[in-house]
Nanobody
Framework: QLQLVESGGGLVQPGGSLRLSCAAS????????IGWFRQAPGKEREGVSY????????KYGDSVKGRFTISRDNAKNTAYLQMNNLKPEDTAVYYC????????????????????WGQGTLVTVSS
């Protein structure tokens, strides 16, 4: 059974940093692109970042460019999202998702059926 588990969320002050992890079990991530998405209360889900199976290709949403960095360690079967200079508007539940794409990333943020989703981890940015 394909399973993803996020961790690393929490409460942080504006300007602070957090690193989220997305650990896979039941399958290996080698042939999967990994995406991070977030959903704030009362808002639609938003695409945050994607990384290709090899790690060579990445993309970011406009609201996080220059502040967030996605990475992966296939040997550890884990992907990461480093979030710096956090803002109150980054407050949301963050989800990771896997889609079987070899060395490619989705062109769009939506319209794709992902093979697995995590349960989400809450990030709260507040003073």
């Amino acid at each position: 059974q394909l399973q993803l588990v996020e961790s690393g969320g929490g409460l942080v002050q504006p300007g602070g940093s957090l690193r989220l992890s997305c650990a896979a079990s039941g399958f290996t991530l080698d042939h999967y692109a990994i995406g991070w998405f977030r959903q704030a209360p009362g808002k639609e889900r938003e695409g945050v970042s994607y990384i290709s199976s090899s790690g060579r290709a990445t993309k970011y949403g406009d609201s996080v460019k220059g502040r967030f960095t996605i990475s992966r360690d296939n040997a550890k079967n884990t992907a990461y999202l480093q979030m710096n200079n956090l803002k109150p508007e980054d407050t949301a539940v963050y989800y990771c998702a896997a889609i079987e794409l070899v060395d490619m990333i989705p062109i769009q943020w939506d319209g794709y059926v992902h093979d697995a989703w995590g349960q989400g981890t809450l990030v709260t940015v507040s003073s």
